[in-house]
């Protein structure tokens, strides 16, 4: 496996999400953000920009690891774009992602950075929390495949030393026409005949094409192939194992890959029967509540009131609306309020998406249809 997990797994429950929105909004100035190096050039131009946390500090992620993620870690994702074509002016999505081992200190401090960079942007960006095997649409449809790996960065793999790896099985799985691969334990039973595996062993890197797998899951297993062995120097010895069987497994693989290994991971949230739900946070009589305004087919756009904040929780995401009337208290704590809820729903790890009143996204419009 890819380095060691973190002991503690992040416990969504626990967290009261105190630092994101909370007591850092408007409290991070603009010029502090300006003296975080990492920032420089964020946002002046069209295209992606992912930072991974380090050490309570904001990192650059390589390019070339774009859609790679590691487990153990917490991202900033930023895309930056032109709604019209026509005009110099930029618009933003920034999202902080959290993988499903991210420690606390981690998860916190993409939050925290992720209001920095807000701020330095004016308040322009379209805030996002993604976790990891929940992600949303525009989230995904940011990279052509999307690779959860274990552990965390700094126990990846070096190309200049592929002697020392220790074998990893990727599985690549086709879903709604995007590609995951996804680095699975070490034993047979994660094998399955509908879907392609690399074994990567460092110097032997080996295809294994299940029977029934598809063509396009097979193509993109042999591109990451081919840019091992570009990454590892040409030092690789690679092997396409077509139509296999699971019950059949090659004699030379077994030493590899054991009956029995690591215990499989806890399987996703299976998705609930839902209604949609929509919530007001309000401090208009003196003390802030959170109350239900309506839901189902009684949930209404014309429910929504400037002067407030309202949450709306849809079978997929959760929308948090801020009105151009919201006290500073009402927007302080409207993602803190957000996360609680979602929480407690019947989908805890939907992503939410906080929108201002004006700047609302399609899927917000959307979700009143």
Known sequence: MAGLRKSKKYDWKDSNLALFGSDLEKNIKKESAKGEPVWENAGTKVGLQIWRIVDFKVTHWPKSKYGQFYDGDSYIILNTYKKDPKSDALSYDVHFWI?????????????????????????????????????????????????????????????????????????????????????????????????????????????????????????????????????????????????????NLDESLRSVIPDSGPPDEEAPTRRQPFEKVLNRLSDSSGQLKFTEVSRGSHVKRSQLCSDDVFILETETECFVWTGKGASIEERKKCMQYAHHYVQRSVNPFNPITVVKEGNETDNFNRAFN
Request: no cysteine; charged share 35%; proline share 3%.
């Open 99 to 247: 993988g499903r081992y991210s420690s606390q200190d981690e998860y916190g401090t993409a939050a925290y950075k992720t209001v920095e960079l807000d701020t330095l942007l004016d308040d322009k960006p379209i805030q996002h929390r993604e976790v990891m095997n929940h992600e949303s649409e525009l989230f995904k449809s940011y990279f052509k495949e999307i690779i959860y790996l274990n552990g965390g960065a700094d126990s990846g793999f070096k190309i200049d030393q592929p002697e020392s790896y220790k074998p990893r099985l990727l599985e690549f799985r086709k879903v709604d026409n995007k590609m995951y691969v996804t680095e699975k334990p070490l034993k047979k039973s994660s094998i399955s005949n509908g879907d392609v595996y690399l074994i990567d062993m460092g110097l032997t890197v080996i295809q294994w094409n299940g029977k029934d797998s598809s063509p396009f899951e097979r193509i993109e297993a042999q591109k990451l192939q081919q840019k091992l062995e570009s990454d590892r120097n040409g030092k690789v010895k690679s092997e396409v194992l077509d139509e296999q069987d699971i019950n």
